[in-house]
């Protein structure tokens, strides 16, 4: 699914206090059940701008079918 126009503008701060975007590869924060039981890494799939700026992420990890979903500074950019 591409990404709209305000999803691409939108810039999002990951919990290293350090940008990413729609499409960017991001890690779960460890502090997350996600990242202790596997689920470490993902893509940035979408964005909705709401007063919690939730972020949704596919992860890498076969056994988490759905979007992970969070704030912002529950992920950061990785390369």
């Known amino acids: ?3 709209t126009s305000s999803e691409a503008a ?9 940008p990413y975007r729609v499409g ?3 890690e779960l924060s460890p502090h ?3 990242w202790m039981q596997g689920a470490r890494c993902g893509t ?17 990890h076969p056994q988490v079918s759905n979007l992970i979903a969070g704030p912002a500074d529950y992920f950061r950019k990785i390369n």
């Open 1 to 3: 699914m591409p990404a």
């Open 10 to 18: 939108a810039v999002l701060i990951g919990y290293d206090k350090k």
């Open 24 to 26: 960017d590869r991001v």
């Open 32 to 34: 997350l059940d996600l």
């Open 44 to 60: 940035v799939h979408s964005v909705s701008l709401t007063p919690n700026d939730r972020v949704k992420v596919r992860s890498d």
